[in-house]
């Protein structure tokens, strides 16, 4: 026998404990990072191993190749509607609420009826390539981590089909760790730092958008907390950046829709975000499963491991 050699771990200890705290024995995942390198700082739950739709929280991607494709501007104006009807199905906001007015206020909002037939003026191809350069796609960086996953462009076929993806529905799969680098990503200007648990390793930046798109995403998200769907996340005297998912999943459509539609077993909760929006400290992603609406069940947990997090650097 001989003595193994120190593990050394890019772990917050105090962090990860407040993201066990903050999962509370429910069945979900929670993932904390280092905005600034991707380093791992906690990672709870089924943070890596269990992908699961997005839902709106896959709108940072889908915003990204819009603002990218000069296909929308923050004070563009959009109709106050309680759906979008796509190849002749109605994709619903939240709760049927009418959403819609500035582009700012539907992303504050999380509109569907905005951000479905935005996508189909994407297009399958941008909405990929924004979804691979954030790391959909890619081989996993962490043992045990299973990748987050979408179809290639070419079997995204019918509109129907194209606003579901940009909406996190049809058949994308994420983990909250990749939400959580998709916050990284934002905090970070634009550069992603694939999450790595080995507190050696040098992880080499991959550009991901411009700093600008970049910057204009940190604004819509820091809206969200400050009047949008995810209030439950605020803490005081800091601008928190965040973005809400509800992910829907099982078929809403026919005779029994309006009970499954209100059952909130049939839906996934998602929070990412990062703190302070200027200067971050921590980027978290957190997801539990058919625990109802993101901004009621994972913002208030992800507020729990942002306020550990940005006691990390003073």
């Known amino acids: 026998p001989r003595a193994a050699p120190a593990v050394r771990t890019t772990i917050d200890p105090r962090v990860q404990e407040a993201a066990v705290i903050a999962l509370a024995g429910r069945f979900g995942g929670i993932a904390a990072l280092d905005p600034l390198n991707g380093d791992i700082l906690a990672l ?23 603002l990218e494709a000069g296909l929308v501007k923050t004070t563009d104006d959009f109709p106050v509607e309680t759906a979008a009807t796509i190849d002749g199905v109605q994709l619903e906001n939240a709760n049927g609420e009418s959403c819609g007015g500035s582009f700012r206020d539907s992303f504050a ?42 179809p290639p462009a070419a079997e ?6 194209v606003g579901s993806t940009a909406i996190g529905q049809g058949k994308v799969l994420a983990t909250p760790l990749r939400l959580a680098s998709s916050a990284q990503v934002i905090a970070a200007h634009g550069m992603r730092y694939e999450p790595t648990l080995d507190a050696g390793e040098r992880v080499e930046g991959v550009r991901v958008t411009t700093p600008r798109v970049a910057r204009t995403i940190r604004s819509l998200m820091v809206d969200v907390v400050a009047y949008g769907t995810g209030t439950a996340s605020a803490i005081a005297g800091v601008k928190v950046a965040g973005k809400t998912g509800t992910a829907e999943l099982e078929d809403t459509r026919g005779p029994n829709a309006d009970s499954v539609e209100q059952d909130e077993s049939n839906t996934d909760a998602w929070f990412a975000a990062f703190a302070p929006a200027i200067g971050p400290r921590i980027a978290v992603g957190v997801m539990f499963v058919r625990a109802g609406a993101g901004g ?6 992800a507020r729990v491991v942002l306020e550990e997090g940005l006691k990390r650097r003073g």
């Open 44 to 66: 709870a739950g089924i943070a890596f191993s269990a992908p699961q739709p997005p839902g709106s929280t896959f709108k940072i991607v889908t915003t990204t190749a819009a």
């Open 109 to 150: 909002h999380s509109c569907n009826s905005v951000f479905a037939p935005l996508g189909v003026k994407v297009g399958a191809e941008r909405l990929v390539d924004a979804a691979e350069r954030f790391g959909w796609n890619a081989e996993p960086s962490i043992p045990g981590e299973v990748a987050s996953t979408l």
């Open 156 to 161: 995204i076929r019918t509109p129907l089909e």
């Open 296 to 301: 009621a069940t994972a913002a208030p947990a």
